[in-house]
């Protein structure tokens, strides 16, 4: 139960944390310059500067139904969690503007775009981790992410795409559209830097008729381990053994020279790796 209080408290401080850079995000950089980020805060910004509407109240106003259907695809425990996310950053980003006065950090546009983009991607990417949202693409972004292979940040990107364009066409500036979709790159990344860390490993996936040769050199000369997996091709129907293998990113090259010595017509596969948990990288906790 104790640790169930602290994982729970932990997810709140991520959210809180989150939420407050959020606001600073809009409030130092983006509102000032009207560099409309997407989503629910891209239309708050484009009803602030025709009809002076607060952007807080009316990113909270737009996210009522969008909340429900995170609810009905999340989760009751995601609606909860979101609502908090929601209310913080929507109180704080009007607070900022309202009673602290909190003016642009720079007077640079690029300068806003970029700080400001990466700012709000972080933002975002802590309330992610704490199992909420601050409303808006963010939530639909989250459901996309849960259905389909796009990574959260980039089903956001599909979203927000969409809002920008629009924005630039509302404001009659087409450039301020182009700073938006700088802003939400860097946005997108931020996102996803912070929910999946750097990538420091790589997966080597290795499929040759030496296999067995391949792996007994890797794990004798580099050290590292290695796993011989029976394959068999979809449509030759074919029988072959794979090698997998996870390693740093410097070692790679090495991996590389190890299977052209052996077979230099192995079919050899690199990729990412986010996390690894055990012997050689990281304790499990």
Known sequence: MNSRILREFGQVVYIVIGSAVTALAYNLFLIPHHIVPGGAGGVAMILNYFFSTPVGLT?????????????????????????????????????????????????NKILACIFGGIMLGAGLG????????????????????????????????????????????????????????????????????????????????????????????????MNRGATVLNATGAYSKERKDMVFSVMAKREVPRAREIVREVDPHAFIIITDVYEVLGEGFKPRT
């Open 59 to 107: 990113i909270l106003v737009i996210n009522i139904p969008l909340f429900v259907l995170g609810v009905k695809v999340i989760g009751r425990n995601y609606g909860v969690k979101s609502i908090l996310g929601v209310a913080i950053s929507s109180l704080l980003i009007d607070g900022f503007t309202y009673v602290l006065h909190l003016g642009p950090a720079t007077d």
């Open 126 to 221: 802590l309330v992610f981790r704490g199992g909420g949202s601050t409303g808006g693409s963010d939530i639909v972004g989250q459901v996309l992410n849960r259905y389909t292979n796009l990574s959260t940040g980039t089903a956001i990107l599909v979203v927000d795409f969409i809002v920008i364009t629009a924005a630039g066409i509302c404001f009659g500036q087409f450039e301020l559209a182009l700073y938006g979709y700088l802003n939400l790159y860097l946005q997108t990344r931020a996102i996803d830097l912070v929910l999946e860390g750097l990538s420091y490993t790589r997966a080597l996936f290795i499929i040759s008729d030496s296999a067995d040769a391949i792996a007994r050199a890797i794990t004798g000369t």
